[in-house]
């Protein structure tokens, strides 16, 4: 089980972390995309 915790504040190299992250799986969906229709 996951419960959202807010209020939590997000250093700088998290963040870096996260949004590294966020860009592969922004391109991986691109890249699948006309699989998918």
Request: charged share 60%; no cysteine; proline share 0%.
């Given at each position: 089980e996951y419960k959202r915790v807010e209020g939590l504040?997000?250093?700088e190299e998290s963040r870096?972390?996260?949004d590294h992250t966020l860009n592969e799986l922004l391109e991986?969906?691109?890249g699948v995309?006309?699989?998918l229709k």
């Open positions: 504040e997000i250093d870096k972390y996260m991986e969906r691109d995309a006309d699989l």
